[in-house]
């Protein structure tokens, strides 16, 4: 087995920069695309993001070179995990040579989030390129209501296919991801729980956040981690696990029985913005400090006017070292009606 198809450890002390609050730069999101063929109801509503929608022209989006580039300033400042995010990220063309290029970076994890459409066909290159994990969007497992949020006609077979694929090309174990909402999916719960216990894999359900300012978000929709957990374990039981690593945002639970785990990530209900170390680079070069932040800064003019690395990386110190963060531990319903970043520009 090569270094290569195992992801480092990433348990060492974080390195690098610490924010106002003293908390370290450990993560790395890169939204490749704004782009997605699915239109789901909590991040990319229909009525929002329809047919006439103006997506960033492909000028305006990083090359993989500018991508790699920045992202080595980041691993140098102490970035030990990066995770490639959309919009959906298998719609970026020759995704995997990106892949290959950042899986050259010393000592990193790195891995995907998709919706799991085009998964079969990409994971086996996408494994021989570098990457180490896969993470899938997958919010119930019956078609009626996997068709109904993701408004796009796509089957949970194929998702399902794409996990198998992933699976056998060395990807897993995957994360599941299912977002809750009350009286649309939270029916789906138990049938994910079943679907996947005895697997290898974990689904991880997460509460209905106040993403972007397209999503309609309501307080009375969000179904607490509490109650999810309670769900699972009143039909499974379930024993608390201990955090694999500091900053961890899902919650872990294993089965009494030993098959398998699952895990609740609780942005609303028990905010997590402590020991948040996140930082968010968009399809076009901007970087965001925050999930729902309502602005960001400007790396893509500095590197096209030809700034060095020793500027570009005293920029991101300046970014990371005056973040103050903490969206989630004042959220209120007035602030989630303000305008934020859609979650499609920068990645969940």
């Known amino acids: 087995m090569s270094a290569q198809d195992t992801p480092p450890n990433t348990s060492a002390a ?83 040579r990106l892949v290959a290029q950042l899986a050259t970076l010393p000592g990193i994890d790195l891995s995907l989030t998709t919706n799991g459409s085009l998964l ?44 198998a694929v992933a699976a056998a090309a060395g990807l897993g174990p995957i994360k599941v991801n299912a977002v809750i909402q009350r009286g649309v999916n939270e029916h789906a719960i138990l049938d994910l729980a079943r679907h996947f216990r005895g697997t290898p894999h974990i689904v991880r359900f997460i509460e209905f956040m106040d993403v972007g300012a397209s999503n309609g978000w309501r307080l009375d929709e969000v179904v ?45 209900t028990q905010a997590f913005c402590s020991s948040c170390s996140r930082l968010r680079l968009s399809t076009d070069g901007q970087l965001f400090t925050c999930l729902f932040a309502q602005s960001g800064t400007d790396l893509r003019t500095a590197l096209r006017a030809g700034a060095d690395d020793n500027t570009l990386r005293d920029l991101l110190r300046t970014v990371w070292t005056a973040r103050t963060d903490r969206y989630s531990e004042i959220r209120t319903e007035d602030t989630a009606r ?11």
Request: with cysteine.
């Open 120 to 163: 079969a066909k990409r994971a086996v290159a996408l494994k021989a390129a570098g990457l180490h994990r896969v993470t899938v969007s997958l919010d119930a497992i019956d078609e009626a209501t996997f068709q109904k949020m993701n408004d796009a006609d796509y089957p949970v077979a194929r998702v399902l296919e794409g996990i």
């Open 224 to 268: 607490p981690s509490r109650e999810l957990v309670d769900r699972i374990h009143a039909e499974f039981p379930l024993r608390s696990l201990q955090p694999q690593y500091a900053g961890e945002v899902a919650q872990r639970w294993a089965y009494e029985d030993g098959a398998g785990e699952v895990g609740v990530i609780s942005s609303v």
């Open 14 to 96: 974080p390195t690098g920069p610490r924010d106002t609050r003293g908390r370290p730069l450990r993560d790395l999101r890169i939204s490749v695309t704004d782009r997605c063929n699915f239109r789901c109801t909590y991040c990319m509503p229909r009525e929002v993001f329809g047919k006439d929608y103006a997506f960033l022209p492909h000028r305006d989006l990083l090359s993989f070179e500018e991508i790699t580039r920045l992202a080595g300033l980041f691993v140098a400042e102490g970035v030990q995990k990066i995770r490639l995010t959309g919009g959906e990220p298998l719609l970026r063309r020759d995704i995997d």
């Open 338 to 348: 303000q305008q934020k970043i859609e979650m499609s520009y920068i990645g969940g």
